[in-house]
């Protein structure tokens, strides 16, 4: 079965979408096969993510703040899906993809707006506890 190509979008990558990827390729492990980009990638990956990414266990190795240019072209994956997890980057014009993929907004809170650390922290645990219940929901469908 050739997996189902996911491409998950916000503005930044540089947290939620970031989260999404790992999530969707370790919960949909062979079904389906995920990459992150943003419209305005911040060229790093927060420290938020990562740290919560490795609590939970994930490999993060590998991960990096990349954009959505890269899914575009002749030798750009061809999509079955995008997943936009910010309003930002639901209201922006996307890029011709390969494929005509099909498109899902889940509207997230972005945990890196957050400055106190108690508060980023809670936010990080909320987005990956609801990007988490999501990509289940969308494996089993």
């Known amino acids: 079965m050739t997996p ?3 491409l998950v979008l916000c ?3 540089s947290a939620r979408s970031i989260l999404g990827e790992v999530l969707l390729n370790e919960i949909g492990q062979g079904k389906f096969e995920a990459y ?3 419209s305005n990638p911040v060229g790093r990956v927060d420290p938020g993510a990562i740290d919560k990414l490795r609590a939970q266990g994930h490999d993060v190795s590998g991960l990096r703040s990349k954009s959505w240019d ?3 072209g002749s030798d750009a994956p061809e999509l079955n899906l995008v997943i936009t997890v910010c309003d930002n980057a639901a209201g922006e014009t996307c890029p011709a993809w390969n494929g005509a993929p099909l498109t899902l907004h889940w509207s997230l809170p972005d945990p890196a707006a957050f400055e106190e650390e108690a508060e980023r922290r ?3 645990d909320d ?3 609801e990007l988490r219940s999501r990509i289940e929901a969308l494996v089993k469908s």
Do not use: M, P, Q
């Open 122 to 124: 809670a936010a990080f």
């Open 70 to 72: 890269e899914f575009t």
């Open 4 to 6: 189902y190509k996911v």
């Open 11 to 13: 503005t930044g990558n």
């Open 127 to 129: 987005v990956y506890d």
């Open 36 to 38: 992150s980009a943003g």
